[in-house]
């Protein structure tokens, strides 16, 4: 039950699979071997193994070997990219000569290239497959690789320049996208940082010159910039922003510190492993020119609407890391040292996600890979005496630093490259792997997260954190020292502090249950004035349950039917004949179909509430009353009513009002279902904000209505590709019989018939696209009457927006700061959905911006500001 | 990706011993599963609280999610012993709760999550003799979570308990489980339950295969971290 013995599994997985397993790497041949060797290179002593590996290389002397070699290189480089300068120094070790000691310029061949230089060769063929592929991070750790070979003067630096060049290339290019551009400068300038000072010699303006156009390039992507500031400032749009720093922004910043010391520091930044071998003389080697290819532009041909079908691609954001420590705990990515450190902890966090414990792991001895006295030693270790090098500006603290990173990926805005969970799941490993150093660190980061929150912390990284603070607990126990946070309960309910605290506490119940969590908290947050908890565990509320409530017999009886698993038909009917008791017993004043609709749905999720597959049972046998019931009348079986689906939901949000994991579920099961739409869903979501605006039932109907999309388009590419086939094997058939006979009558075949399953699949996606385009519209045209369409409790979006108000929000009320968190959604939204608005750019303007077309108001004009800065428009 | 340190998401050697298909066909059907095996439940932990540990695992913006949850039960008392499949709408998510979910803690245990060949109705029964996980018949240990001795010390957990007990008291062998929706426009024709599916009673294991499902419950034992 607890996480002792985190290696256990590494004996474990050697003893207990059998021979069948596929995982199981037999080390058998000498290639094997080598591979295993060179991917294991270093992590004992990286000097003393050096010789050996170097010379175990030479004794194969059999040509096969070296692509053998190369490509262990080459995967040492890409997934080991901490190991790079070791072996940037193998390398420079075999383009020595082969006999006789190095400097001592002994060569028995002079035409044959040293085994180095094969090797290179042959990497370099690896290096042009991951460019043509586009895979950036693999092209840029063996740019690292080419950059510390250069150093070590295997690779002319005319050359290597040239390689550089061809990535800023890109910077130039017409409309390159931010993800493309920002990919390709990192490629040159993590290049220009390693081999920089070879490069100065050779040509100190060509340096110059390519450190001014990444410069130049970054400096022109400010709106973006703005827009995904892990600190939201709704007064101004500029690119200056707190507690963060923007990747890019770091590489020039380091660059130019490099720079105007002739990359002098370089050597105290970087491992060079190589600096102490002699000179080599040999000619150095000619990196090939290259070509970065352009983007590949996804045209799978399925569209219904040429015009708008929409491409969605990630990743294209400035990456801004977020800061949690000072400068002498953790390093400051804008200087080189900080830079360094912080690309390789996150290429690390990047490439082992296949592997959270192995990931931990490496994470944890990280520091035996840099410059010594980067990072202080872990107390106790021999490492740590009171004489020891600490290197001025350094001494860093590595848990820290890890758990800093780690969060900066986790809340990238909009979205981190992996899922939530996986970060969380690695903070976790670390912490199993080494308690006593990671807690802390842990701690102090949600502290100091905890202190942003109400300065601005972004609504969706509030969002993540409570989720990343909910798991956590999970699995530690759910210790926290509730304690510290009690003075805060005196805040409005709906400053960001207070709804964090209630999130969490609502996240943590989830994955566990009300009185575990009950007992974590100090007596103050237990009252439920306290409004951290709910004054009860959370369950279902069946409004009729009490003999006295209004229309009890009517739900007994259609409750007794539904327990009796009695068919929907029947159900149907009886719901009519209550109807007709109904409208002959009240009087006009209340709305008959409604109540009849509640007594249905409530009894329904009533027979369901045991658990989620009760529910799922219970919807599924009485999905046609739910169609029935959605479509408005009890009679009709047209298509579905807004109105009763909006009665529905409303339903459905009463009865499990005191869940709202429920809600969440029943909603997407009921979408999943079509018994509601998504545009149904946004609908509601705008209805209720009472506690502030629903992102996750938000997002769950934004999702389903672009998953749907996703899952239509798949499915009509590979009924596509089934008839493709089919045709192509009937023509090869036919050919192949009468291939001699009339080679020219093949025009004429069939015309391409499209078969009913793909006619079906293709009025799908039209009408599925169609849903997409107006569940999207339904979300802007919420957010412009949330927020400029003053309906009176809505005021408070305009006093909000100005630096002088936000200056003033110790004073906000619970209208003021649910109007900011509003206006952060707005942006949020923006932004994450921004692929997806692009291709409906116009018609979403037009449809939903129309009520704020052509006003100079603040409001008016910030909105518009955003969703240009989002859409590409400026 | 992955040639220096071993992927979490590869299925374990487990092999179902009432599957009727050989090992090459269970290793295709693994490899585009969405159903995963869960073990090491507490006998008091929900579907819901299962829910939203795997939700975070879903990819609803590829048309994903969890599509439904089959919850073990004890083959006489039909109260949950231990173990649950959950099932996804892609493969991907399956993965994805290898390698982020599996072996961390849910309710305060760690969980074990495996890639499994498919739901198929019966197999929400426990295989062991007394009704429940063969594995509970092994254990040498008390186990407060799983009903040990001396549970009725655990007040909290007594009462998490009674509410449980009624849950899946109408579950019946063979009955329906919930389908938990098909792609769009596709429900119609199928709708859920698949429950002609049923190839073999529960308690039929002979001695054989017994002993077989005795090892590989070691090993799943092993495989989850705790003893």
């Not at chain 1, 399953?757 to 412009?784: H, I, N, P, W």
């Not at chain 2, 389908?179 to 001695?207: C, F, H, I, L, T």
């Amino acid at each position: 039950m607890s996480y002792e013995r985190p290696y256990g599994g590494r004996r474990r997985r050697r003893d207990d699979y059998d021979n069948h397993d596929r995982r199981r790497e037999f080390v058998e041949t000498p290639e094997a071997r080598l591979k295993a060797t060179i991917i294991k290179f270093g992590e004992v002593d990286a000097e003393q193994e050096l010789p050996t590996l170097a010379s175990e290389i030479r004794k194969l002397q059999d040509p096969a070997t070296i692509p053998v070699v190369s490509e262990s290189l080459r995967l040492g480089v890409t997934e080991q990219p901490y190991k790079i300068p070791h072996y940037a120094t193998l390398l420079r070790i075999l383009c020595a000569p082969e006999n006789g000691a190095e400097g001592e310029n002994v060569s028995t061949d002079v035409e044959k290239p040293s085994l180095g230089r094969q090797i290179l060769d042959d990497f370099w063929k690896g290096f042009q497959a991951y460019l043509d592929k586009l895979a950036w991070r693999e092209a840029r750790l063996c740019i690292h690789f080419f950059a510390h070979l250069t150093e070590a003067k295997v690779i002319s630096p005319q050359s290597m320049l040239g390689l550089l060049q061809s990535f800023t290339a890109v910077l130039d290019e017409f409309g390159v996208s931010t993800g493309r551009a920002k990919r390709a400068a990192r490629c040159a300038a993590e290049g220009l940082m390693r081999a920089g000072q070879a490069l100065k010699d050779y040509s100190p303006a060509a340096v110059i010159e390519m450190i001014a156009s990444i410069q130049t390039y970054n400096e022109s992507v400010t709106g973006a910039k703005w827009l995904v500031q892990p600190v939201a400032k709704l007064y101004t749009q500029d690119a200056v922003a707190l507690h963060a720093d923007e990747i890019l922004d770091c590489a020039v910043a380091s660059l130019k510190v490099l720079e105007a010391s002739d990359f002098s520091e370089t050597s105290s930044v970087y491992l060079q492993p190589y600096g102490d071998l002699a000179l080599l003389t040999a000619t150095p080697f000619d990196l090939p020119a290259v070509l970065v290819p352009p983007e590949v532009i996804e045209l799978d041909g399925i569209s219904v609407d040429a015009t708008e079908d929409v491409v969605v691609k990630k990743e294209e954001w400035p990456e801004y890391l977020l800061r949690l420590f000072d400068n002498d705990v953790t390093p400051d990515p804008s200087t080189p040292a900080g830079y360094a450190v912080r690309a390789d902890l996150l290429d690390i966090v990047d490439i082992f996600e296949v592997n959270r414990k192995e990931c931990a792991r490496i994470l944890a001895e990280y520091p035996k890979w840099t410059v010594s006295g980067t990072f202080k030693p872990r107390p106790g270790t021999p490492a740590d005496v009171p004489d020891r090098d600490i290197f001025p500006g350094r001494d860093w603290q590595l848990e820290s630093t890890i758990i800093e990173t780690i969060l900066g990926a986790n809340f990238l805005l909009p979205e981190g490259a992996e899922k939530p969970v996986y970060y969380i799941a690695l903070i976790t490993e670390l912490c199993k792997l080494s308690p006593q150093t990671v807690g802390p660190a842990v701690g102090k980061s949600i502290r100091k997260l905890y202190s942003y929150l109400g300065d601005g912390l972004d609504v969706e990284i509030g969002r993540r954190f409570a989720e990343w603070f909910s798991v956590h607990m999970s699995n530690f126990g759910f210790q926290w020292v509730w304690k510290e946070w009690v003075p805060d309960i005196a805040l409005p309910v709906r400053h960001p502090k207070r709804v964090f605290i209630q999130r969490a506490l609502e996240l943590e119940i989830r994955l566990s249950y009300f009185d575990r969590i009950l007992k974590t908290l100090p007596e103050p947050f237990q009252e439920p004035s306290a409004q951290a908890m709910p004054d009860q565990q959370p369950g279902p509320e069946y409004d009729y349950d009490d003999p006295a409530s209004p229309h009890h017999d009517a739900a007994q009886s259609v409750l007794n039917q539904l327990r009796g698993r009695a068919k929907p038909e029947e159900v149907i009917s009886l719901l009519e004949s209550l109807k007709n008791t109904l409208v002959e017993t009240t009087d006009g004043d209340i709305n008959v179909d409604a109540v009849i609709r509640s007594i249905a749905v409530q009894s329904l999720l009533h027979i369901g509430s045991r658990s989620f597959s009760h529910f799922l049972n219970a919807i599924e046998r009485y999905i046609s009353l739910l169609r029935n019931l959605a479509s408005g009348g009890l009679a009709s079986g047209a298509a579905g009513s807004p109105e009763a689906k909006a009665d529905i939901l409303n339903v459905i949000s009463t009865f499990w009002r005191r869940n709202r994991q429920m809600v969440g579920i029943v909603f997407d099961k009921l979408m999943q279902y079509q018994i509601v739409d998504p545009t149904d869903v946004v609908a509601w979501v705008f209805a209720h904000r009472e506690a502030g605006l629903d992102w996750e039932v938000l997002k769950g109907a934004i999702d389903k209505a672009n998953g749907r999309v996703v899952v239509a388009r798949k499915r009509v590419a590979a009924l596509r590709k089934e008839e493709d086939d089919t045709r192509a094997r009937a023509n090869a058939s036919g050919g192949a019989d009468n291939m001699e006979v009339d080679a020219e009558a093949k025009p004429e075949e069939p015309p391409a018939i499209e078969s009913p399953q793909l006619v079906t699949a293709l009025k799908a996606f039209a009408s599925l696209t169609k849903e997409q385009k107006s569940t999207l519209s339904r979300v802007l045209d919420g957010f412009v009457s949330l927020l400029y369409t003053s309906a009176p409790e809505d005021i408070s979006a305009r006093k909000v927006v100005s630096e002088s108000d936000w200056e003033n929000r110790a004073s906000w009320n619970d209208d003021e700061w649910k109007a900011w968190q509003n206006w952060v959604w707005y942006k949020h939204f923006c932004r994450a959905y921004a692929p997806f608005l692009r291709s409906y750019v116009t018609t979403l303007s037009v449809v939903s911006f129309a009520p704020i077309e052509g006003s100079d108001d603040e409001v008016a004009l910030l909105m518009k500001k955003i969703w240009n800065l989002a859409t590409g428009q400026e | 990706m992955a040639h220096v340190v071993t992927p979490l998401d590869q299925p374990s050697n487990y092999k179902d011993s009432q599957a009727r298909v050989d090992r090459q066909k269970q290793n295709e059907l693994l490899e585009k599963s969405s159903t995963l095996y869960i073990g090491n439940l507490s006998f008091y932990t929900t579907e819901e609280q299962i829910y939203d540990v795997f939700s975070k695992c879903a990819n609803p913006e590829d048309g994903g999610g969890v599509k439904r949850i089959i919850m073990g039960l004890d083959r006489h008392t039909r109260t949950p012993c231990g173990f649950c499949f959950v099932e996804f709408y892609t493969h991907a998510e399956a993965l994805a709760s290898m390698r982020y979910v599996s072996g961390t803690k849910l309710d305060e245990r760690i969980i074990r999550c495996d890639l499994d060949l498919g739901y198929r109705d019966g197999r929400q029964f426990g295989r062991g003799k007394s009704g429940g996980q063969v594995r509970d018949e092994h254990r040498q240990d008390y186990d407060p979570g799983r009903g040990g001795w001396g549970a009725q010390a655990q007040r909290l957990e007594i009462e998490r308990r009674r509410e449980v007990e009624e849950r899946y008291a109408d579950t019946q062998p063979g009955g329906p489980v919930a389908g938990g929706g098909d792609d769009w426009k596709e429900q119609n024709a199928a709708p859920a339950a698949v429950s002609n599916k049923r190839e073999r009673s529960p308690d039929d294991e002979g001695d054989n295969t017994r002993q077989r499902a005795r090892v590989e419950e070691a090993f799943r034992e092993l495989d989850s971290g705790r003893m």
